[in-house]
Nanobody, 121 residues
Framework: VQLQASGGGLVQVGGSLRLSCAAS????????MGWFRQVPGKEREFVAA???????SYADSVKGRFTASRDIAKNTVYLHMTSLRPEDTAVFYC????????????????WGQGTLVTVSS
């Protein structure tokens, strides 16, 4: 089982990026797929999650700016980020879980390797 995150990079304030998370050995529609981010020295923070049902939850800090989605045919989930701010700078991770407690990172059992997003002012 592997999650491969990609799409990070350097972007200016107000810019956009789309992160991808390709899954192998696990079907994204049969798991709750989460996005988290972490700044060095801080705890990992919930960003968004797509449930098996297709419903999506967001952290308040990204609501209205980030959009999570999935492509079942490609077995890939995405995080489209717009109106990026310097405080969005972090390593972003995708993860999967069967747990309904999607906002707690401890409930996720498979993690991608992380992709760095840097927002410059």
């Amino acid at each position: 089982v592997q999650l491969q995150a990609s799409g990070g990079g350097l972007v200016q304030v107000g810019g956009s990026l789309r992160l991808s998370c390709a899954a192998s050995g696990r079907t994204v529609s049969r798991y709750n797929m989460g996005w988290f981010r972490q700044v060095p020295g801080k705890e990992r923070e919930f960003v968004a999650a797509i449930r098996m049902s297709g419903s999506i939850s967001y952290a308040d800090s990204v609501k209205g700016r980030f959009t999570a989605s999935r492509d079942i045919a490609k077995n890939t989930v995405y995080l489209h980020m717009t109106s990026l701010r310097p405080e969005d700078t972090a390593v972003f991770y995708c993860a999967s879980t069967k747990s309904v407690a999607i906002r707690q990172d401890a409930n996720y059992d498979v993690w991608g390797q992380g992709t760095l997003v840097t927002v410059s002012s």
